[in-house]
């Protein structure tokens, strides 16, 4: 009897020591329960990198439009704001001193063509007569000089003629692109002067428009570094290719191309210009629109992201996530990140299959216990 009864305070003694086990699990050292977090597996995927610069819009060409003889303003033939046409005159100078100046010059060519016409006729008669000896080899000499003089004489009279003709018609001020115009400086009655500093008006062609966008020079150096170690690969096709991000969030409904790249970095900003151009059909895009422009740079075929959520910063700015180790607990990992779309690249810092902590952050203490649960995000798609 004695014996049954010290085996059963034995097979007592175990349950309660097997309960107070399966206890400890959750419990820490001081009895506290051990906090619960979610985390993500972080697993290599591929992923275009894109880059969203800020940018701004010019026109694709802009004429400033200024007289080019001097002259009273008589007429001003567009519409401010109008749509107008390469060659479209815009403004009517006052002619009247201009023609009259092409009258003189065309009478002057007349008369040096008459001239002309009598000495070639005197020289040609000389030149029969001195087959025969009837005239002395100083008369030949001296027609000939001046045939040579009325002949500069007809050209100099013609090149005055078109000098002439050439103010004449800059008279009538057309436009030199096709573009947009804006306001008019000056109004009929106004004198202007020829290649004066301040232009009568604007042209400003708008299809299609040019986006120029600024990009840290260092982003620039650490990407081709990337991509000469094999890191990351050129997009092939889609390398060139951007997209526009307007105030509201939308997307621009045409991509563009990206055009031209910066060879000099700005002293004052640290940064490289890069233009890219857009088809403009229906006028959405006005020049001076600041936007934002998603540029394709490159493919990371085993990328790590993570959400923005699990990325936080230190006192001095430099990026850190928490992270389960292989005994549950909490580590404080610092590490380097560009931006993915709505999430972040990891560059350096963490390896694929770590456990990485997305919900509980507040709960978890560095070196402490946890009990990661493993938790499913949405996330976005890649391109």
């Known amino acids: 009897m004695k014996k049954m009864r010290t085996a059963h305070g034995v097979a007592l003694t175990f349950t309660a020591l097997l309960l107070a086990g399966c206890g400890a699990s959750d419990k820490n050292k001081s009895g506290e329960p051990v906090p619960e977090v979610g985390i993500v ?50 403004y009517q100078l006052d002619p009247a001193p201009y023609q009259a100046a092409y009258d003189s010059a065309q009478a002057a060519v007349t008369k040096a063509a008459a001239n002309l016409q009598t000495v070639q006729l005197k020289y040609d008669r000389y030149l029969k007569l001195a087959t025969t000896g009837d005239v002395s080899q100083q008369e030949r000499d001296d027609v000939t000089s001046n045939l040579s003089q009325a002949q500069a004489d007809e050209k100099t009279a013609r090149a005055a003629l078109e000098t002439a003709r050439i103010n004449l018609a800059y008279t009538r ?48 150096m650490r990407l081709r570094s990337q991509l000469a170690s094999g890191k990351l690969k050129n997009a092939d096709a889609n390398s060139a290719s951007v997209k526009l991000v307007m105030d509201d969030g939308a997307f621009y409904p045409i991509e563009g191309r990206l055009e031209f790249t910066g060879v000099t970095v700005s002293e004052g900003t640290g940064a490289i210009t890069l233009r890219a151009v857009f088809p403009n059909p229906n006028g959405v895009l006005l020049p001076g629109m600041y936007v934002r422009a998603q540029l394709t740079q490159a493919i990371d075929e085993q990328a790590l992201l993570l959400p923005q959520q699990a990325v936080s910063r230190d006192a001095r700015g430099e990026a850190t996530t928490l992270v389960v180790g292989p005994d549950d607990k909490v580590e404080l990992r610092s590490i380097t990140v560009e931006p993915a779309s709505d999430q972040w690249r990891v560059v350096a810092g963490l390896h694929a299959g770590e456990r990485v902590i997305v919900q509980g952050q507040v709960k978890a203490k560095i070196d402490a216990p946890v009990k990661p649960v493993v938790v499913k995000l949405d996330s976005p798609t890649h391109g």
């Open 41 to 90: 597996i972080v697993q290599p995927q591929r992923v275009t990198i894109t880059t969203l610069l800020p940018g701004r819009t010019v026109a694709y060409r802009i004429a400033q439009v200024r007289p080019q003889v001097s002259g009273i303003i008589k007429q001003r033939l567009f519409t401010e704001g109008a749509v107008v046409k390469a060659g479209q005159p815009l």
């Open 173 to 220: 001020i057309v436009a030199p692109i096709e573009g947009r115009t804006s306001t008019s400086v000056y109004t009929e009655g106004a004198l202007v002067t020829a290649n004066q500093d301040a232009p009568l008006t604007t042209v400003q062609q708008y299809q299609p428009m040019y986006v120029d966008m600024t990009q840290p020079a260092a982003a620039v």
